[in-house]
């Protein structure tokens, strides 16, 4: 009968950190789940990272309530040693397999100076948009010229076009909807 251990009154073993009971972990959270956060985050550097964080290590620190030892320190002081390990496995588990970056993140870590578009690939496209662009009657690709590849005002081509600007959005919304009708390959 070694193996088993005497239970509390409250069904907490006698020297356990009380985070098995409601009370006791609604005091734990009143008091430490700032630090704990606090501290994640400035390890981690992502909010949403640090919260799993805490989570985590406040679900270690009730899985193994009963392995407190009052005489190794305060609650607080266990907390925070179950913390620093879920932080290292987290740190450990990124640095094995870097996040994945959307491309705003890989645009920002590239040296711009030695990425250069091939120029085949600008080539390609403006003789693919011209293919395009020969299929429209000429209003409409007028209107689409002016408004969607030189980025200008419907009111300015509108102006220069002399007619009124709800037709130059007439043109453009149907040159765009005859555009993409248009089989993949065209």
Same mark, same amino acid.
């Given at each position: 009968m070694s193996g088993l251990r005497p239970v509390a009154p409250d069904g907490c073993a006698p020297r356990c950190a009380r985070l098995c009971t409601d009370r006791g972990l609604a005091e734990v959270l009143a008091a430490e789940q700032g630090l704990l956060h606090w501290r994640a985050t400035r390890r981690l550097g992502d909010p949403g990272l640090a919260e799993h964080a805490v989570q985590e290590a406040l679900l270690r620190a009730w899985r193994g309530c009963a392995t407190y030892d009052p005489d190794r320190g305060s609650v607080r002081t266990w907390l925070l040693s179950i913390e620093r390990n879920v932080l290292t496995d987290i740190i450990r588990m990124r %640095? %094995?397999? +870097?996040?994945?970056a959307g491309w705003d993140l890989v645009e920002d870590s590239v040296d711009l100076r030695w990425a250069r578009p091939d120029f085949? $690939?600008? @080539?390609?496209?403006? @003789? @693919? !948009?011209d293919q395009l662009l020969a299929r429209l009657p000429g209003p409409q690709r007028d209107a689409v010229v002016q408004v969607i590849l030189r980025d200008r005002a419907?009111? $300015?081509v509108a102006a220069d @076009?002399? !007619? +009124? !600007?709800?037709t130059v959005k007439t043109r453009v919304h149907y040159a765009l909807r005859s555009l993409r009708q248009l089989p993949l390959g065209a």
């Open positions: %640095a %094995a397999r +870097p996040m994945e085949t $690939d600008s @080539l390609t496209d403006g @003789l @693919l !948009v419907y009111r $300015d @076009l002399g !007619v +009124p !600007v709800g």
